[in-house]
């Protein structure tokens, strides 16, 4: 029998993208009436994608407009050492559902008072790790020991440590003198799994359209998509970018040979990908300060990439985690490791004319990707560890 589960995190569980993603995946065919979910993030879950049947409640943040201004390191320090009196408005959203384990994930400051929770209440934590907390975020740096110290009780706590990579598992383990399990990304249970090769590259069409999917949450990333847009230019390449991205908010991102498509459902941005589109695009560039997550944070976009029959390129430091899973799987995506525009081009350029190459690659990825991100192989092993250590 699986425990009645109470999710507290500020990461929303709804079908869009990252994080989201992997938790509504995950918690898809979870028994309804013992599952209860409290997002306590300045961002909630949308309605129309939320699990169905389950009661979905919010616990928003004290201050949550400061966090967009000037003080958000401020705000954001005083929000971690207070999180633990959050709490208190936790049971109240928890009324009326006796659970046996919390869940939550360790982004934001939610999950310090899920942990809080759980231990005033005497119940299992399970942690989901899927960016590098510790090391990263606005909080002061004055703070950052503490922060360290917060984590590191946390994680030694929990009933599991689930983490996204096994260098993340490595690394905490290293750091912490505790095992970690990995769990990697997965597809939807319920959605369609691709047999073959995208239609265009099936037939051998040459196209020239690159596209990125998901959000561009550092500056660093924006500029990645406007340096590739730049290095296909010159080829007759196009961009497509599908995600939140707006000219507005990217001003950079206003080229001629860039298509803003925005958001759209797994199962519709898979078949546009096959339909429309000849290579995936995967920067693993996150900005100053986040080298850590480069490499320990496994991109979750893999999961649906390799379902799509196309090859993909990745642009990324040697030790970033998607040029890790090339080499442990060589051949699954080209990969290039400068930022300067004529190698980007150049690679752009073999990949646009050696068809040869490009179904080797999309062979591969569909391979491998088939295996290590099946909806089957997560939710079991969730299960598995939910049900041995609740």
């Not at 909630?44 to 943040?61: N, T």
Request: charged share 20%.
């Amino acid at each position: 029998m699986l425990p009645r589960l109470l999710y507290i995190a500020d990461v929303p569980v709804e079908n869009s993208l990252h994080g989201s993603a992997l938790l509504y995946r995950l918690l898809l065919d979870y028994p309804r009436d013992r599952l209860r979910i409290v997002e306590t993030g300045a961002q909630q879950s949308l309605p129309h994608r939320r699990l169905p049947g389950v009661d979905y409640r919010h616990v928003p943040q004290r201050m949550g407009r400061l966090r967009r201004t000037r003080l958000a390191k401020l705000v954001d320090s005083i929000a971690m050492v207070g999180a633990a009196h959050v709490s208190r408005a936790i049971r109240t959203a928890t009324n009326g559902f006796d659970a046996d384990a919390v869940l939550t994930v360790t982004n934001g400051n939610g999950w310090l008072s899920a942990v809080a929770f759980a231990r005033a209440q005497k119940l299992p934590y399970h942690l989901i790790c899927h960016d590098e907390w510790a090391g990263g975020g606005a909080t002061l740096a004055a703070l950052a020991a503490m922060k360290e110290r917060i984590f590191a009780q946390a994680y030694r706590g929990a009933a599991s440590r689930l983490c996204v990579s096994p260098a993340m598992g490595a690394a905490y383990q290293r750091r912490y003198g505790v095992a970690g399990e990995t769990l990697y990304p997965a597809r939807s249970p319920h959605g369609q799994v691709y047999e073959g090769l995208s239609p265009r590259l099936a037939a051998g069409t040459c196209g020239r359209v690159v596209a990125f999917a998901g959000s561009m949450s550092t500056l660093a990333m924006v500029e990645a998509n406007r340096r590739m847009a730049q290095a296909i230019a010159p080829l007759g390449g196009r961009l497509i970018i599908y995600g939140p991205a707006t000219v507005e908010a990217h001003p950079s991102l206003a080229q001629p040979n860039i298509e803003l498509r925005g958001l759209l459902p797994p199962d519709a941005l898979i078949a546009a990908l096959r339909n429309d589109v000849d290579i995936l695009y995967l920067p693993m560039w996150f900005g100053p300060g986040e080298k850590v997550n480069e490499r320990l944070s496994f991109p979750s976009k893999l999961t649906d990439y390799t379902n799509v029959g196309l090859p993909i390129f990745v642009s990324g430091d040697a030790d970033c985690a998607a040029a890790v899973w090339e080499r442990d799987h060589p051949g699954v995506a080209l990969v290039q490791h400068s930022t300067a525009i004529p190698d980007i081009a150049a690679d752009m350029q073999k990949l646009f004319e050696d068809r040869q190459l490009a179904r080797s690659l999309a062979e591969r990825a569909k391979a491998v990707g088939g295996v290590m991100f099946a909806a089957t192989t997560a939710e079991q092993s969730f299960y598995r560890t939910l049900t041995h250590r609740s």
